[in-house]
């Protein structure tokens, strides 16, 4: 049919080109309807849950917020029998899928919580401080106590040797004897 037309048209003597053109355009305007028709045909249903979400992390001062997006899919197609009969009983293919997107994300400083955390850090140098400051008192008092020990030893030692240097009357006196 189309043919014929376009025959029609070349033998009235109408440039080859133009009528190459008018073709594709009458060819396209009746493709169409077809293409529609076929599309219409089918039988789908499509079920989208879109929910967002506020997420608060804490990581020390820090405080992330997140908005976070999640989509909830299911595409179904309807499957009927091709046997030309009333209220049939169908049946349905679903197609499910979770989608999750952040959307929006900021970062912020919580100066209570900065300052918590600083006042802390500060009680703990402190609280070293004092550990090791008693660390040192206590080597301190040791020492003395082993320098007092060993003064005390030393002024026993020098007393026995005194002793044990005194003779009585009529004992000859020890000799230091290198030879003996």
Request: aromatic share 2%.
């Amino acid at each position: 049919m189309l043919f014929t037309i376009l025959q029609k048209i070349t033998n009235l003597g109408i440039n080859l080109k133009l009528t190459v053109m008018k073709l594709k355009y009458v060819s396209l305007l009746l493709a169409i309807p077809f293409c529609l028709m076929g599309h219409a045909q089918e039988n789908k249903t499509v079920k989208k849950e879109t929910t967002v979400k506020k997420v608060v992390e804490r990581k020390g001062s820090q405080v992330i917020v997140k908005e976070v997006k999640e989509v909830d899919k299911e595409k179904g197609t309807v499957m009927v029998e091709d046997n030309e009969k009333e209220n049939q009983e169908f049946n349905e293919a679903i197609t499910s899928g979770k989608n999750k997107e952040v959307i929006a994300e900021s970062v912020t400083i919580d100066a209570e919580n900065e300052a918590a955390i600083m006042a802390a850090k500060k009680r703990q140098e402190e609280a070293l401080q004092k550990s090791i400051q008693a660390e040192k008192e206590k080597a301190m008092a040791e020492q003395k106590a082993l320098a007092e020990r060993k003064k005390a030893q030393e002024q026993e030692l020098e007393a026995n040797r005194k002793k044990l240097e005194s003779r009585p009357k009529g004992m000859v006196k020890l000799k230091s004897g290198k030879g003996n």
